[in-house]
């Protein structure tokens, strides 16, 4: 039988309040902050691997080729931008590749090396002609990273096994998106620049969930490389989803959702039931639910949540996710954030008026995080999503330089 999960009372009451939220109007439409522009056609930077079927190396995290960025996909302040190729670990715990790009700051690297942030990109869709290596930063993104370039770090940014190569991106999947990110870090090393060993993860919505898995896992999937891993930086961490989306069906949510919402949860069905086919993810749609899965598989985020305007997420399903056997477990061990077992510090930023990650979300993970006794440190700011990203940088910028000096 589905279930909430046992704990603290914040996590049974986060569906209660989620759903006021929604219902109250506060979140009724997304900020045109959040509204990135069209996808265009794909810059592959002359390393083109979408259907790469040369040898992966036995160890993840081993760079197989790299390439200098096309300069119109670089970002402000970079002195240096590849895009790289390495192996890692996919959603079936099976060998696989990812792409990522890798900027440097101008100048010459302090003695050490530049400390490393491993950024974790948001939704842009799970479809190759979303990869964001091969795309134009999104304002927002540009000037993120161009904050941490000024600051004197490096950055290597995955974009997750499956964005640009074979077999589909497994979207919010924890394990899979940290596998991706943490590989990447280790893959720099193969570049032979001047970076330290010292190294965080920064991530924003999708990435913040990644961010967040990959956090816990680094230590130990680095162990006996030389890196050392500080901390994490994770802003619009969309965390307890599952505790919602295991009511969902043709009756629930009572409401029709914001299209942000209704997009965000066609990708994970379409990455659920092409990760775990023995769910039977297809038998509890409808005939629009699974078409509306298959056109997520390709069309990057501006163009699905376009095609899904007005579209009511009730109408997916011909049975309700509870039909699932045990359907929340098996949504928390895809989507969900891990509450304990971090060792190094957190910080987590959250828009109080944030459209795509509603604030319960990530506050009842602030929550559990505090009751697990875990190293977390939570700011909030009367901002939506993407405000949240530039309201964060005067907490998150000194968090970084005291955990990585």
């Known amino acids: 039988m589905s279930h909430r999960p046992a704990g603290s009372r914040v996590v049974a009451t986060v569906i209660a309040t989620f759903l006021l939220v929604l219902s109250t109007g506060v979140v009724a439409g997304p900020a045109l902050a959040d509204q990135p522009p069209p996808t265009g056609t794909p810059n592959w930077s002359g390393l083109d691997v979408r259907d790469y079927s040369g040898p992966i190396p036995a160890r993840a995290g081993t760079l197989i080729e790299s390439t200098p960025l096309a300069p119109s996909l670089s970002i402000p302040g970079a002195g240096s931008a590849s895009r790289i190729l390495y192996s890692t670990i996919d959603q079936h715990d099976r060998a696989a590749v990812s792409t990522g790009a890798v900027f440097l700051p101008r100048g010459t690297a302090p003695r050490g090396g530049w400390p490393v942030l491993a950024w974790a990109h948001g939704t842009v869709g799970i479809g190759d002609d979303c990869t964001p290596s091969a795309q134009p930063r999104a304002q ?24 640009g190569t074979p077999g589909l991106m497994s979207y919010l999947n924890g394990v899979a998106e940290a596998h991706s990110i943490v590989d990447s870090v280790t893959a720099l090393r193969g570049l032979r620049v001047p970076t330290a060993a010292r190294w965080a993860i920064v991530g924003q919505s999708q990435g913040a969930g990644a961010a967040m898995n990959a956090a816990r896992l680094a230590t130990s999937l680095t162990r ?19 505790t919602v989306l295991q009511f969902g069906g043709p009756t629930f949510p009572p409401f029709a959702l914001p299209t942000g919402l209704t997009t965000y949860t066609t990708y994970i069905l379409a990455a659920i039931r092409e990760a775990r086919p023995d769910l039977r993810v297809d038998d509890i749609l409808t005939a629009r639910g699974r078409a509306a899965a298959d056109k997520a598989e390709v069309r990057c985020y501006p163009e699905l949540r376009q095609d899904l305007t007005g579209a009511d997420l009730r109408t997916f399903f011909a049975k309700p996710v509870s039909s699932i056997p045990n359907a929340y477990d098996e949504l928390h061990r895809f989507i969900g954030t891990p509450a304990s077992g971090y060792d190094r510090p957190i910080f987590l930023g959250q828009g109080l008026t944030d459209v795509d990650v509603p604030a319960p979300s990530a506050l009842s993970l602030a929550a559990q995080l505090t009751a697990n006794r875990q190293p977390v440190e939570l700011h909030d ?16 910028t000194p968090f970084l330089a005291r955990i990585l000096r």
Do not use: F, Q
């Not at 890196?227 to 619009?236: H, K």
């Not at 700011?381 to 964060?392: E, I, L, Q």
């Open 224 to 242: 006996g490389t030389g890196l050392d891993y500080r901390g994490v930086v994770a802003t619009g961490t969309p965390a307890n989803i599952e």
């Open 381 to 396: 700011y009367p901002t939506d999503h993407s405000g949240t990203v530039y309201a964060s940088v005067k907490d998150s």
């Open 140 to 163: 927002r993104d540009s000037d993120y990273l161009a904050h941490w370039l000024r600051r004197g770090y490096a950055i290597v940014a995955s974009d997750y096994a499956g964005l």
